[in-house]
């Protein structure tokens, strides 16, 4: 059975950081593109940034662009969003996803095949 469980989110002061973890199971994870996405209420999911299974290829929505990063680790099953300089708009509930697409980086959420519950990210001013 598929798992993609995300932890670290929380309630942070503007201009704070903090780091998601989103570990993978019952799935080839080094096979997937790994991605994040967001929700904010009243919104639809956007996608915030993605990595390529190989050769670590990346996309950032422009919103986050030098303000997030995006890694993981293909021994342990994981992947990791950075976030810095976190603003107030960044509030929403953000989720892990993987995509079996892997010869480019995908950034919509159709073309991702596994989720995450999503955990919350609040950002006060």
């Known amino acids: 059975e598929v798992h993609l469980v995300e932890s670290g989110g929380g309630l942070v002061q503007a201009g704070g950081s903090l780091r998601l973890s989103c570990a993978g199971s019952?799935?080839?994870?080094?096979?997937?593109?790994a991605g994040w996405f967001r929700q904010a209420p009243g919104k639809e999911r956007e996608g915030v940034s993605c990595?390529?299974?190989?050769?670590?290829?990346?996309y950032y929505a422009a919103s986050v662009k030098g303000r997030f990063t995006i890694s993981r680790d293909n021994v342990k099953n994981m992947m990791y969003l950075q976030m810095t300089n976190l603003k107030r708009e960044d509030t929403a509930v953000y989720y892990c996803?993987?995509?079996?697409?892997?010869?480019?980086?995908?950034?919509?959420?159709?073309?991702?095949?596994?989720w995450g519950q999503g955990t919350q990210v609040t950002v006060s001013s």
């Open positions: 996803a993987a995509s079996t697409l892997s010869t480019y980086t995908p950034a919509y959420a159709y073309e991702y095949h596994y």
């Open positions: 990595i390529s299974p190989t050769d670590g290829s990346t």
């Open positions: 019952g799935f080839t994870f080094e096979d997937t593109t």
